[in-house]
């Protein structure tokens, strides 16, 4: 079990610029969540998929930040137009058994996103 | 709001010793889970243990341990017979429980732990 995969691990970009962020969770896993963590904010909630379909975005900001999860394999994060306070450690997690009494969340290494 | 606050930023130890880390939260929720979770320099997050509000035996896992006190609204976690490996930022975590359509765990600020040989 490799666990959750992240790419890239670091990514540069200049301001106004698009980025993509790529997540693949554990196999067989039905929930997966998108967190940010900054020195600032600490970890935050962005959103949550369970079974492909989004469920909870209430932490994603409403303007140039998308996800997306088109099969049980890969998910994304796209944010577009990028500003320098989006740079943050974007973190992707998956589930077995969200809502189901275990809980526990398993967590990618993390993509490093940096606005210039 | 759920609200959970670490007031510890840092805490250094001598190896093999014991050592508590503090966390208090703020929920009108009558059911929780409580987590802690652990951050290494390489910035991988790993789960540590878990605690269920309705239950009153505290949680253990190795050498990890809670003491949960509901009133108080408090859920330490305690290390025992540390190890270098130990040093790392631990993060306490919380979740309402029976909401299978939220996804958000709220975390702490963390606290730094420094295990000295």
């Known amino acids: 079990n490799a666990g959750v995969i992240q790419t890239p691990r670091h990514k540069v970009t200049g301001k106004g610029q698009e980025a993509t962020l790529w997540c693949e969770p554990i196999?067989?896993?039905?929930?997966v969540f998108w967190y940010r963590q900054t020195i600032v904010q600490g970890l935050e909630f962005l959103t949550y998929f369970r079974n492909q379909a989004p469920i909870d975005d209430s932490g994603m900001p409403k303007e140039r930040f998308s996800a997306q999860m088109p099969n049980q394999s890969h998910s994304t994060l796209k944010i577009q137009s990028t500003q320098p306070q989006d740079s943050a450690v974007y973190l992707c997690?998956?589930?077995?058994?969200w809502g189901q009494g275990a809980e526990t969340l398993y967590f990618g290494s993390g993509t490093r996103l940096t606005v210039l | 709001a759920q609200k959970v606050t670490q007031t510890q930023t840092s805490i250094s130890v001598v190896e093999k010793t014991t050592v508590t880390m503090d966390c208090v939260y703020e929920?009108?929720?009558?059911?929780?889970?409580l987590f802690w979770y652990k951050q290494t320099a390489s910035g991988e997050i790993v789960f540590l243990i878990r605690?269920?509000?309705?239950?009153?035996e505290n949680a253990t896992v190795g050498h990890y341990s809670l003491n949960f006190q509901k009133p108080k609204s408090s859920i330490g976690l305690i290390i025992t017979a540390t190890q270098i490996e130990d040093s790392a930022v631990y993060f306490c975590a919380m979740r309402r429980r029976g909401n299978y359509n939220q996804g958000k765990l709220i975390f702490g600020q963390g606290t730094k732990l420094s295990i000295k040989p």
């Open positions: 605690q269920d509000s309705y239950k009153k």
């Open positions: 929920t009108r929720d009558s059911s929780y889970f």
């Open positions: 196999s067989g896993h039905s929930a």
């Open positions: 997690a998956s589930s077995l058994d």
